[in-house]
DNA sequence: TCTGGGGTCCTAGGACCC
DNA sequence: TCTGGGGTCCTAGGACCC
């Protein structure tokens, strides 16, 4: 029988700014988005003020100042690092892993020679926790979904592990589990679910069939078999394999000029199309996309354009020429932006494509790929940024986001090592 | 001609997660 | 309680073509 375990990080940004910051293991911490937008990462200490995930930070600004929280700007250097590091132990358990999210980590124990998985679970999390000092709670069940409903009973009926084996346990925690709590149900679905009498994930997986396809999409039944303990969600470097990539960002000022709009733009590319060649793809379109500062009674308003690439790529010269075209088609003189944003679309495998092509123009596009995979690892062992596309332009760079409480990058730049002394 | 069927591409926005 | 962040996937509806 199939069996996966979840690793999930406790609060995890949180816990990040904590190793280096042990005078805050008790207090109130919460991390903010970029642009200091939202509140992303809470410690529990927050929770228990009520303060919500997301929330945008002007709305609790009293309630933060009241109990003396400490507020940080993201700081993904360090995340990331420390991130890096957990995949790192969690590799030498097993190479069956799947990097999630930053903080979520799956690992398929299907196949290894476990005697006692609670064993095993309780030995993963002590051993991150001794090394890296990161708390986590471990989830381990027959498919992805259950295993990160196992995560969260770690935490809230376990000591930080959580093991299903049986059918029998399986339809317990099912009974025990709010259907809002399930991953994939959201504020939209779950009251329209409990409108119609189901309050309990056990009550969806006992329904019938017929009756589940009038109230959900591909996705929802997709979801409500791998509660049955069915696996449906794919594992593994396939699930790394994004269908669209995007990446955008709102500005620290709304912006009105065009220049500073392509710099931005071609940022956006440039980091996009290094995850597209992370995952060795070649994507045939991108659709750029403004944020207009003015809204809509309350609602945000947005503009997008949609270019098809003259030829499957992932240069990143070829794209960002393209993405300044959607661009110029977009602007308008008498515009105000708040935010921009790439979206890579039409995405396949680089293989695939190369199947299609002629001989003699294959070795010219050869050279195009191993330029940028040069361009990709200079910028991985020398930082992002070390090389660049002219049009991303530093002096035009105005548009970068607010990070006004932003800790030292502590494991990442010399400069910022912690002091033992002055 | 405004029409009927079917396919594809684009835009806008919904829904969810962290 | 549904938004002052970022990201992915999905879908409805319109435009356009055959």
Known sequence: MSCYALIDCNNFFVSCERLFRPDLADKPVAVLSNNDGCIVARSNEIKALGIPMGVPLFKVRDIVKANRAVLFSANFELYGDISQRIVQLLRE????????????????????????????????????????????????????????????????????????????????????????????????????????????????????????????????????DELRGIPRLPFGDKAEQRKTIMRSRSFGHTVRDYFQLESAVAAFVTQAAARLRAQDSVCDGLTIMLQLASRDRGRKRYISRHVKLPEPTAHTGQLIASSLEGLAALYDVEGAYKKAGVTLTGIVDRSEWQLSLLHQEHDERERGVVLMQSVDTLNRRFGRGTVWHATEAKRHAQWQSKRERQSPRYTTSLTDLPRLHR
Not at 124 to 153: C, H, N, Q, W, Y
Not at 175 to 181: A, F, G, H, M, N
Not at 201 to 206: F, I, M, N, V
């Open 93 to 224: 358990e097993t190479p069956l892993i799947e990097v999630y999210s930053i903080d979520e980590n799956f690992i398929d124990l299907s196949e290894l020679p476990i005697r006692d998985r609670n064993a095993w679970a309780e030995r993963v999390r002590d051993r991150i926790l001794k090394e890296i000092g990161v708390p986590t709670s471990v989830g381990v069940a027959p498919t992805k979904t259950l295993a990160k409903v196992a995560s969260t009973f770690a935490k809230t009926h376990g000591d930080g592990t959580w093991v299903v084996e049986s059918d029998e346990e399986r339809q317990a925690m099912l009974r025990e589990l709010p259907i809002e709590d399930i991953w994939g149900v959201g504020w939209r679905l779950a009251p329209r679910l409990r409108d119609r009498g189901v309050s309990w994930a056990a009550q969806l997986t006992d329904a019938s069939d017929a009756w589940l396809r009038t109230q959900f999409n591909v996705t929802g039944m997709r979801m409500v």
